[in-house]
Nanobody, 119 residues
């Protein structure tokens, strides 16, 4: 079971990007999928999360601008609007409580995708 993040890039302030996180492998259940980000010189922080039941949670800094959605069992998207230079970071997706491939995984991290917002 692996996670693959995609959709990063360079955008001007005020623009939009859509990130995707897709799980590969035989998946039975993923309880929570979340997006984190890590800016240079800073600690990794939670951006948004969504449970299998659809409950969402957002960092205060992105509320009203970002929207996380669960496309299906194995794919989650993060729509990022009104981007600011301070949103520049490497974005990672993480899956918690994964049942798949005959195994249980407490958490799985995907490789990051760079988001750069120019002023």
């Amino acid at each position: 079971v692996q996670l693959q993040a995609s959709g990063g890039g360079l955008v001007q302030a005020g623009g939009s990007l859509r990130l995707s996180c897709a799980a590969s492998g035989s998946i039975l259940r993923i309880n929570v999928i979340a997006w984190y980000r890590q800016a240079r010189g800073k600690e990794r922080e939670l951006v948004a999360s969504i449970t299998s039941g659809g409950t969402t949670n957002y960092a205060d800094s992105v509320k009203g601008r970002f929207a996380i959605s669960r496309d299906n069992l194995k794919k989650v998207s993060l729509q990022m609007n009104s981007l600011k230079p301070e949103d520049t970071a490497v974005y990672y997706c993480k899956a918690d409580s994964v049942y798949g491939g005959g195994s249980y995984y407490p958490n799985i991290w995907g490789r990051g995708t760079q988001v750069t917002v120019s002023s």
